[in-house]
C-alpha cells in the first residue's frame, strides 16, 4: 500500500499533512516511468502532495520540483523562480504548446542527480498551457529562467534527466 494511503486510513489530515517525502534520486528507475493524468477536481491527496512539494523545493534551495521527483507519478510541478522565495506556482497536466527553433546553452543541475551538472541546450521562449488546482486552463509564454526551468520539469514528468542532455561536466 502507498504510504500516503496508510497515513490517510490510519491518521488524521494533519498526520497526512506531515507525511515525510524524500526526493527520488537517479539511478531509481521511478525517475523514469511514466506519469498519469491528473483527474479534476483535484483530490485532497493532490493538494497535500504539491503543498508538500512547494515546502521540499525550498528545503531544498531549487525553484523546481517534479511531482515524480518525491515518488508520485503524476503530470505536475511547482516552481518558483523569484529571488524572495514568496511566488510558488503550480502546474499541472502542462502541455507545450510550442517551443521557440532558437535554443541556448546553460549548465543545469537537478535535485535528482545531486552535485552534478550539466550543459543543456534549451528553447529561448516555450508557450505552455496548464491546469491550476481548481482545475481552470492558463496559458503563457515563458522567458528566461521560467523557461528553462518549465522545459527542465517537463523533461522530468516525461522521464528524461539533465543527464541525457550530455555529459556531466561536474562530479561533487
Ligand atoms: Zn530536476
Redesign the pocket.
Same mark, same amino acid.
Given at each position: 500500500m502507498h504510504l500516503l494511503c496508510y497515513y490517510y486510513l490510519c491518521g488524521t489530515k494533519k498526520k497526512l499533512n506531515n507525511i515525510p517525502m524524500q526526493i527520488v534520486k537517479q539511478p531509481d528507475t521511478f525517475l523514469r516511468q511514466p506519469t498519469q493524468e491528473v483527474k479534476f477536481p483535484l483530490s485532497e491527496e493532490n493538494n497535500i502532495i504539491l503543498d508538500n512539494m512547494i515546502k521540499i523545493m525550498y528545503q531544498a534551495n =531549487?525553484i523546481?520540483?517534479?511531482a515524480n521527483?518525491v515518488g508520485y507519478n503524476r503530470r505536475m510541478f511547482v516552481m518558483d523562480t523569484s529571488n524572495e522565495k514568496d511566488s510558488p506556482q503550480v502546474f499541472i497536466n502542462p502541455i507545450v504548446k510550442s517551443k521557440n527553433n532558437i535554443k541556448t546553452n546553460d549548465i543545469? =543541475?537537478?535535485?535528482?542527480?545531486p552535485g552534478e551538472e550539466v550543459k543543456v541546450s534549451r528553447s529561448i521562449s516555450i508557450n505552455l498551457e496548464w491546469k491550476c488546482r481548481h482545475g481552470k486552463s492558463q496559458h503563457k509564454t515563458f522567458y528566461y529562467l521560467p523557461c528553462r526551468v518549465v522545459q527542465?520539469?517537463m523533461?522530468?514528468i516525461n522521464g528524461k534527466?539533465?543527464t541525457d542532455h550530455g555529459p556531466i561536466l561536474k562530479r561533487e
Open positions: =531549487g523546481g520540483l517534479a521527483q543545469e =543541475g537537478c535535485l535528482s542527480c527542465h520539469e523533461d522530468h534527466l539533465i
